[in-house]
């Protein structure tokens, strides 16, 4: 059982820290407004965690197989989200750019809750959570696990993306972090663009 654990600990350790939608979101996040945002965000990324582990641990490679069409909406569908969200940073992009060097950027900072939803909704989209739960994760769980280690890894899951982005979010709102920031806002902002809404287009033409 250690051997289970340690093993889908690095697995899942390496899944978080190859660079996705959740990884840009969290650090511009929290180098462009506030740690506090970026952890709202984090909150967010966690609670879309809680259903793709969920679900992962109930046999979603299962569903996913019975369902074809379950699988081409949940792609399009989070494929759009992220075009969308790659749209609204290219757009902040164009504006920085717009501005005049010697103003500060005007950082609107959002509604409250509005990092956290975007957060979960960032998640849920990300193509690297339905590839890795819906098949690399699922390797791991077997009928030949109980329900005291599917506990147990749910748990580690959870606890271990937590525990990522949060340091994430505490490094990039360090304040060299976001003065490095402020000053190649719009390149940074273009690029996250750019990321994202290929993120998108990609999950929509792969389903």
Known sequence: MLMLFATVALVHLVALMSPGPDFFFVSQTAASRSRKEAMMGVFGITLGIVIWAGVALMGLHLILEKMAWLHQIIMVGGGLYLLWMGWQLLGSARQRHKQPVQDAPVVELPKKGRSFLKGFLTNLSNPKAIIYFGSVFSLFVGNDVGALERWGLFLLIVGETFAWFTLVAAIFALPWMRDKYQRAAKWVDGVAG??????????????
Do not use: E, Q
């Open 194 to 207: 750019v990321l994202f809404a290929g993120f998108g287009i990609h999950l929509i033409i792969s389903r």
